[in-house]
């Protein structure tokens, strides 16, 4: 059992920063990308990035790109999601996911073996 834990979450006003962080806590779980995901208030859960773990290839939502950068630290089994340029819209609980098994379609929540609790970020106008 993996048990992913995010941070980072809160309020900021349009134009400002944050930066997520999700520990994984099992080491020995074959990760073959990390990835985050948003839900908004009324509004299915949606994609925002992903990483794959081995070489680092990042994927974005187009609604974020640009804007927001994922990076992981493979020691530390960390994923982080920097987020500039933070727009109201951006508001949502946002979830830190794991999956194991290799895919195509890296935005597939489906396909995601573990999820965070999710930490809310708010961003004000």
């Known amino acids: 059992q993996v048990q992913l834990v995010e941070s980072g979450g809160g309020s900021v006003q349009a134009g400002g920063s944050l930066r997520l962080s999700c520990a994984a806590s099992?080491?020995?779980?074959?990760?073959?990308?990390m990835g985050w995901f948003r839900q908004a208030p009324g509004k299915d859960r949606e994609f925002v990035t992903a990483?794959?773990?081995?070489?680092?290839?990042?994927y974005y939502s187009d609604s974020v790109k640009g804007r927001f950068t994922i990076s992981r630290d493979s020691a530390k089994n960390t994923v982080y999601l920097q987020m500039n340029s933070l727009k109201p819209e951006d508001t949502a609980v946002y979830y830190c996911?794991?999956?194991?098994?290799?895919?195509?379609?890296?935005?597939?929540?489906?396909?995601?073996?573990?999820w965070g609790q999710g930490t809310p970020v708010t961003v004000s106008s």
């Open positions: 099992e080491r020995t779980f074959r990760t073959y990308a």
């Open positions: 996911a794991v999956r194991g098994r290799f895919g195509y379609r890296i935005y597939a929540q489906s396909d995601y073996d573990y």
């Open positions: 990483i794959t773990w081995r070489d680092g290839n990042p």
